[in-house]
């Protein structure tokens, strides 16, 4: 393992990305979301002192755009943070074909302050609002069911597997399928933490034990922010969105407007996605 540069690598030492490969290839979004971006999922950790969140945008084949990273201030077992949290998850986005949209799922780390998350997220189950927790192993990103627990429902997210297949996304070169778009205001700082953990292999009895291990001295938000958000994202997809459907439909729409707008027809109808609402 060399975790120089914040530098990843697998177990064979074969292929890496790092820190500065991220950021050069960084690009400006825009003001209004991404027209191939077709759904969109909020991660929150949770902290004493603050939540952090980021907002993910999906298209076909789950390319995905960071959109939106933030820091909200506050104690989290006051109501404040929770206040300005809500205020987040209702307000609209611009999007270029559908007008305005909305998000459509969001997971919030139970693992810190329990109860409180478990009546955050209870009195919102309806806007699609999940208390998950995060478990190492052998474990499918989003469960079939909830647990549950303290009067509440938990979604027990498969960290692992969302890592791995986070991992494998950042080594895709070019937009397409799994690629992972990120805008120019995101620093090293944030790019650290989405490399802050490396798969390792040791060995336990003779046994290969395969687990993914924090590097020392660096935090792991934004790791564990995208994570969530991809959890919120096979949420959806188990509420019935099919992600390459919807962006097939969303570009026709694009493509029809396009056509409508060159004849110079001033005004055409637009369709919302029904996930987004």
């Known amino acids: 393992i060399n975790t120089s540069l914040c530098e990843l690598w697998d177990d064979e030492g074969q292929n890496s990305i790092g820190v500065p490969a991220l950021l050069a290839r960084r690009e400006v979004i825009g003001a209004q979301l991404p027209a191939a971006a077709v759904a969109f999922t909020v991660g929150v950790d949770v902290q004493g002192d603050r939540l952090e969140l980021e907002m993910v945008g999906w298209g076909r084949g ?6 939106d990273y933030r820091v909200i201030p506050g104690d989290t077992l006051g109501p404040e943070p929770w206040r300005e949290l809500d205020k987040y998850l209702a307000r609209g986005w611009t999007h270029p074909t559908l007008g305005e949209v909305f998000i459509g799922a969001c997971c919030v780390d139970s693992g810190y302050i329990t109860q409180t998350v478990f009546e955050y997220a209870r009195d919102r189950y309806g806007r699609r609002v999940f208390a998950v927790k995060g478990k ?3 474990y499918p990103v989003w469960p079939k069911r909830p647990t549950r627990r303290q009067g509440g429902n938990m979604f027990i997210i498969g960290v692992d597997s969302a890592k791995a297949t986070l991992m494998g996304r950042l080594r895709i070169g070019e937009p397409g399928p799994g690629y992972c778009h990120f805008p120019t205001d995101r620093g090293e700082e944030y790019f650290d933490q989405l490399l802050s953990e490396v798969l390792t292999t040791t060995y336990r009895k003779g046994r290969p034990h395969r687990e993914w291990i924090r590097r020392k001295g660096t935090r792991a938000e934004a790791l564990d ?3 969530y958000a991809y959890g919120a994202l096979q949420a959806l997809g188990a509420l019935g969105l099919r992600l390459d459907a919807e962006a097939d439909r969303v570009a026709a ?3 029809a407007g396009a056509s409508v707008a060159r004849v110079e027809t001033p005004v055409y109808a637009v369709s919302r996605s029904r996930f987004m609402q």
Request: glycine fraction near 14%; proline fraction near 0%; hydrophobic fraction near 25%.
């Open 62 to 67: 789950e390319e995905s755009w960071s959109l």
């Open 253 to 255: 729409l694009g493509a």
């Open 225 to 227: 922010c995208r994570n």
């Open 136 to 138: 190492s192993g052998n």
